[in-house]
């Protein structure tokens, strides 16, 4: 079985400063996790995923995520958040080798001017 | 269409009442996703196509809850005996096959009075 755990349903931060979404996960066999972004009135949309391989994986709009698997983490980065940055953001695992994801709980990400 | 269509966007029905969602996904992609979204929760898995087949229907809530794909393409989420609990955004994916990346669509809005 696989879960999510995501702390802060909410994160703000000021616009140009470092954005840190965490992640922490829980598998019973080599996961793939991903990142997804929900702008308002959109639908899910991938942002980067890691499946195998390198560890530190890059996405759109600048965002980043490293898998570490002794911490059971996939935090999200992106060095300078953008006012258009502002939405909710969900981090999933899937059994590896599936796309069918489990979801987190979301975290909203509010940009400051 | 260019991506995953689902209507209605909106629906609202009263308590006990038979409704169905539809998800038109991309031309081509074999699998098709359906998940529910409760207000503050992240996306929950409810059953996954492949092709006209339910490969895994784990997810659905109970008996009321019944999807279709009869011809491989469009899918319809079926829920009988609505209840108040049931509201939730319900959102479809789809996929060019198996374990490849999911693409969402803007998700049905289900409102039960």
């Known amino acids: 079985a696989q879960s999510v755990t995501q702390l802060g349903s909410h994160v703000s931060v000021s616009e140009g400063a470092l954005v840190l979404l965490r992640c922490n996960y829980s598998?019973?066999?080599?996961?793939?996790l991903f990142w997804y972004v929900q702008y308002p009135n959109q639908g899910l949309q991938l942002l980067l995923k890691?499946?195998?391989?390198?560890?530190l994986v890059k996405g759109i709009n600048g965002f980043e995520a490293e898998f570490k698997k002794s911490e059971t983490s996939f935090h999200l980065t992106k060095p300078s958040a953008h006012m258009s940055d502002a939405a909710e953001y969900f981090c999933?695992?899937?059994?590896?080798?599936?796309?069918?994801?489990?979801f987190g709980r979301g975290t909203s990400l509010i940009v400051h001017p | 269409g260019a991506g995953v269509s689902q209507t209605p966007s909106n629906k609202v029905t009263e308590k006990g009442k038979y409704v169905e969602l539809r998800c038109d996904p991309i031309?081509?992609?074999?699998?098709l996703y359906w998940y529910r979204q409760s207000l503050g929760q992240g996306p929950e898995f409810l059953i996954y196509?492949?092709?006209?087949?339910?490969?895994?229907d784990s997810g659905l809530p109970n008996d009321r809850f019944f999807a279709v794909r009869p011809e491989g393409s469009v899918s319809t989420l079926k829920i009988q005996r609505t209840e108040r609990g049931d509201s939730a955004v319900y959102l479809c994916a789809s996929s060019y096959r198996a374990n490849t990346e999911a693409f969402f669509g803007q998700g049905t809005r289900l409102t039960v009075v």
């Open positions: 598998s019973s066999v080599p996961p793939y």
């Open positions: 031309s081509g992609h074999t699998a």
């Open positions: 890691y499946t195998t391989g390198a560890t």
């Open positions: 999933a695992v899937s059994p590896g080798g599936s796309y069918i994801p489990t």
């Open positions: 196509f492949q092709g006209t087949g339910a490969a895994d």
